[in-house]
């Protein structure tokens, strides 16, 4: 069997939290290093990634559902080491996807990830039945959530679900939009607590991203932060965590 690649997947209870924002500049940090990254946008009924780069998509998950499309047919590729799988937008069905379906589309990125050093899994937010599936088919969960009391509780909630229906253990946390590294380790240090004492779980801190006005402006003009202002705080911290990612250090 060929050697499978990591896949990762991003995820948060609560919506709005810098996902897709961490995903996209995550992999573009790790496909600067060298690493052949895959990218898919796993929020399936209100597909981003694409928006976020201003790609312009011909195929879609929904295609390769759908229609026998062949896997490297069906990416697009922003920059050099990355390939974008991207997601249909606007198409409720999709938020919920059949039994059968998932299979298909994991047989797929399995498929794909062969080409690859690395698969990236943008998911939607909460814990529909797709985001679930993403984060069982993943082989690592990495969780963000902000300073914002929701944020935590909803984070929790996904750990929890995971964890007591799906035996996840291993849980990576990104702590997004903090003010700095004291308020962003307080706030992991209250999710972790709960963890460690009603779920038994031990987290794993990946890191966190302050809020950085480079990170709008960027999404403004469809374009990477960590392209649009690499010296910027933001830039610096996702190219930490890309490294932390590559190394395997917790
Ligand atoms: N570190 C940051 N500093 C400043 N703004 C940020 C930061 N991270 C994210 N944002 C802003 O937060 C907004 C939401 O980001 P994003 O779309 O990545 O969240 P998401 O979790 O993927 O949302 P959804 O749950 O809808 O998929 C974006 O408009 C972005 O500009
Ligand atoms: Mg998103």
Request: net charge negative; glycine share 8%; proline share 6%.
């Amino acid at each position: 069997m060929d050697q499978e690649p990591p896949i990762i997947a991003v995820s948060s209870g609560k919506g709005g939290v810098g996902k897709t924002n961490i995903a996209v500049n995550l992999a573009y940090a790790l496909c600067g290093n060298g690493t052949r990254v895959l990218l898919v946008d796993g929020d399936l009924g209100l597909a981003n990634v694409d928006v976020l780069l201003g790609l312009s998509v011909e195929r879609t998950i929904r295609d390769v559902l759908e229609e026998a499309a062949e896997p490297l047919d069906s990416v697009v590729y922003p920059a050099e080491n990355l390939a974008i799988l991207p997601a249909s937008s606007g198409v409720p069905e999709m938020a919920a996807l059949e039994p059968e379906q998932q299979t298909k589309l994991g047989e797929f990125i399995l498929e794909l990830s062969r080409h690859f050093d690395c698969v990236i899994l943008d998911t939607a937010a909460g814990i529909g039945s797709s985001v679930v599936w993403f984060n069982t088919f993943a082989r690592q969960n990495l969780v963000v959530l902000t300073p914002d009391p929701a944020s935590l509780t909803d984070a929790y909630a996904l750990i929890k679900v995971l964890n007591r229906h799906h035996e996840r253990k291993d849980f990576r946390v990104v702590l997004n939009l903090a003010a700095g590294d004291e308020e962003a380790a307080r706030v992991f240090e209250t999710l972790a607590r709960a963890a460690q004492q009603f779920l038994g779980l031990e987290l794993n801190y990946l890191g966190f991203i302050p809020r950085d006005p480079a990170v709008p402006a960027a999404v403004r003009k469809q374009a990477p932060f960590l392209l649009e202002s690499p010296e910027g705080k933001a830039s610096r911290a996702v190219r930490a965590l890309a490294q932390r990612l590559l190394t395997g250090r917790p």
